[in-house]
């Protein structure tokens, strides 16, 4: 999927709400924001786009049992570098791509915590 050049971040971040991403806002120790982080699970695998800055994107598709979706030991497909197309190349990926290596749904849910922080949750059969 290319998206237009044009399109503000908000627009980028709208686009992505529209996909179903989730938007977690990691604070440092002061409660600062120090990222703006999506993610997306379904199916088998968890999609995460980290916005540090409009030319400094990166995005991840990794298997759904990851322990830390912000640094995660598998990583099944990765993108950097400015968000227009790092955003583009992520929504362009099907949803079933890179999928099939896993064989069970994962599921889960974010839990809130102190100072705006959130910690991801897997589900246990």
């Known amino acids: 999927m290319t998206l237009s050049p ?11 709400i529209a996909r179903g991403y989730r938007f977690v806002h990691p ?8 990222t703006v982080v999506g993610i997306r699970a ?11 800055g409009e030319d400094d994107v990166t995005a991840m598709r990794m298997p ?3 322990d830390d979706v912000l640094q ?14 790092v955003v583009g190349d ?3 990926l099907g949803d079933h791509d890179y999928a099939q290596r896993y064989s069970h749904r994962g599921g889960g849910c974010w839990v809130r915590g102190e100072s705006g922080r959130a910690k991801w949750l897997m589900a246990t059969a």
């Open 6 to 16: 044009e399109l503000t971040v908000e627009e980028v971040l709208g686009t992505l």
């Open 27 to 34: 604070r440092d120790a002061n409660g600062e924001v120090v």
């Open 42 to 52: 379904h199916g088998t695998v968890i999609d995460v786009v980290r916005l540090d």
């Open 64 to 66: 759904h049992d990851e």
């Open 72 to 85: 995660p030991e598998t990583v099944l497909w990765s993108a950097s570098g400015a968000m227009h197309s």
């Open 90 to 92: 992520l929504l362009a």
